[in-house]
DNA sequence: ACATCAAATTAGCATATACTAATGCATTAG
DNA sequence: CTAATGCATTAGTATATGCTAATTTGATGT
């Protein structure tokens, strides 16, 4: 180990392929349960579970308990370690900026 | 395991530190050496050789053999798939784009 | 030819990780 | 109060991972 930066936390907790999916369908919904995050997911729900502690470690994403439910919500600041580190290599990846262009035009639009 | 895409190979190799200190340490300069990579770097040879390894198959890095040494360059299009999948939440982080912004204007003066 | 050097590979080991099954802990329902 | 529900946690296990030390492979130098 060289370091324990925040990056370190983030990258981490996105290398699992099955941590990565839970993250994505934390993201695609406002808030969702452990339960519906368990049904399809192929793992148990203590696995789900699991894998939600690294993620709120990682600060991607929060949690909001309701009676006995637990509703989770993505975090955006998660995310912002790995932009910056993404955006250190920005000279990279000059050419896959179509998207990010369109984007800010939106955000200059608002 | 739930994918085996190019994103996973990407963010497995940049999730443990010291592989992405190696890989930065490519990136920081035009071409670089083994050898060169091992020196300072807190592990031997033969535990850099693994790492470059893991880089090559990820499409992280490139490598030119010349006599007994073997050169090792940062390849830029490797970090694509990661680019695209922070792409897709880009919505979360529009606050953080002063960067990519200055970025962007450099490009449109090219 | 032989020794030396650079890098890759291998075997072995210790630790980390992802998972399941079982249990614990609140909370709600009857 | 008791049972059931939703989630977290634990113990245990199997596999993956990162490392070292040693060896192999290949190229250069004497």
Do not use: C
Request: charge should be neutral.
């Amino acid at each position: 180990m060289i370091q324990a930066a925040p990056i370190d936390a983030v990258m981490r907790a996105l290398a699992d392929p099955t941590r990565r999916a839970v993250f994505q369908r934390v993201v695609s919904t406002d808030e969702i349960t452990v339960a519906d995050l368990t049904h399809g997911s192929g793992v148990t729900q203590g696995a789900i579970s699991q894998h939600l502690k690294t993620l709120k470690l990682a600060g991607l994403v929060a949690e909001r308990p309701e009676g006995r439910k637990v509703y989770y919500r993505a975090e955006p600041e998660g995310l912002a370690p790995l932009a910056d580190w993404m955006n250190h290599y920005s000279v990279f990846w000059k050419d896959r900026f179509s998207n990010l262009r369109e984007l800010l035009k939106e955000i200059d639009h608002d």
